[in-house]
C-alpha cells in the first residue's frame, strides 16, 4: 500500500525551529520529486508547492528561501523539512507529496502522484 506520511509538527514559538518529517512506504522516493506544500486555517490551498525538490535541484519559494531546508535519507525513506526562524504566517497544515517531476520548481497538485495527510504547525507566542 503506497502511503505518506508526515510527523513533526506542532506549536513553536516564533523564531523557533520545527523539523517535519515523511516517511513513505510501499514505494521508493528515490525516484520521486518531493513537494511541501501548506494550507494557513480558515485559508484556501496555496495552490502550489513551497518547496519542490527533485533530489538534484531544489526550489524554494521566497516566503521560506533561507529559513526551510528539504533533506533526504533514502535509507529510511524518508524526507524532512527543517524550517528555522518559524514566523506566525507560517502558521499551516504542512502536506508533502510526490511525484515523477524530472525537475525542481513550484510544483502544482497535479504535478504530485501520492499525498500525506498533513501535520499541524502552528507558530504562536
Known amino acids: 500500500q503506497v502511503q505518506l506520511v508526515e510527523s513533526g509538527g506542532g506549536l513553536v514559538q516564533p523564531g523557533g525551529s520545527l523539523r517535519l518529517s515523511c516517511a513513505a512506504s510501499?514505494?521508493?522516493?528515490?525516484?520521486?520529486?518531493i513537494g511541501w506544500f501548506r494550507q494557513a486555517p480558515g485559508k484556501e490551498h496555496e495552490g502550489k508547492s513551497l518547496?519542490?525538490?527533485?533530489?538534484?535541484?531544489?526550489y524554494y519559494v521566497d516566503s521560506v528561501k533561507g529559513r526551510f531546508t528539504i533533506s533526504r535519507d533514502n535509507a529510511k525513506n524518508t524526507v524532512y523539512l527543517q524550517m528555522n526562524v518559524l514566523k506566525s504566517e507560517d502558521t499551516a497544515v504542512y502536506y508533502c507529496?510526490?511525484?515523477?517531476?524530472?525537475?525542481?520548481?513550484?510544483?502544482?497538485?497535479?504535478?504530485?502522484?501520492?499525498w500525506g495527510k498533513g501535520t499541524l504547525v502552528t507558530v504562536s507566542s
Open positions: 518547496v519542490g525538490s527533485d533530489d538534484g535541484n531544489t
Open positions: 507529496a510526490t511525484g515523477r517531476v524530472r525537475t525542481s520548481g513550484r510544483y502544482t497538485p497535479s504535478d504530485m502522484d501520492y
Open positions: 510501499g514505494f521508493t522516493l528515490d525516484y520521486y520529486a
